[in-house]
Nanobody, 121 residues
């Protein structure tokens, strides 16, 4: 079994900061990309930030310069530091990872349960 567990969501005023954390655990051979997605009410889930196994990072235009994704390869964790938060950042944030459980398998797509981020104006 593989689990992704997120933490760090909450309520914050506009202009504030939050840090989300995600830990992958279980039977893991390797992890390729680790990503953060978000889904606001009535909207589609969207990619917020990603980091590859080679530490290449990408961000959605809406969060560039405000959010920073970081990864600890030894601990199988990925964090999302969110600064200068805006009300439009309000959403459920999901951790996602491409994980290979055994050397002979291809990567599987795994998701966390989501954590709510609410930014008040």
């Amino acid at each position: 079994q593989v689990q992704l567990v997120e933490s760090g969501g909450g309520l914050v005023q506009a202009g504030g900061s939050l840090r989300l954390a995600c830990t992958a655990s279980g039977s893991i051979f390797s992890i390729n990309a680790m990503n953060w997605y978000r889904q606001a009410p009535g909207k589609q889930r969207e990619l917020v930030a990603s980091v590859t196994s080679g530490d290449r990072k990408n961000y959605a235009d809406a969060v560039k310069g405000r959010f920073t994704i970081s990864r600890d390869y030894a601990k199988n964790t990925v964090d999302l530091q969110m600064n200068s938060l805006k009300p439009e950042d309000t959403a459920v944030y999901y951790c996602n990872a491409a994980i290979r459980r055994y050397w002979y398998q291809s990567d599987g797509d795994y998701w966390g349960q989501g954590t709510q981020v609410t930014v008040s104006s």
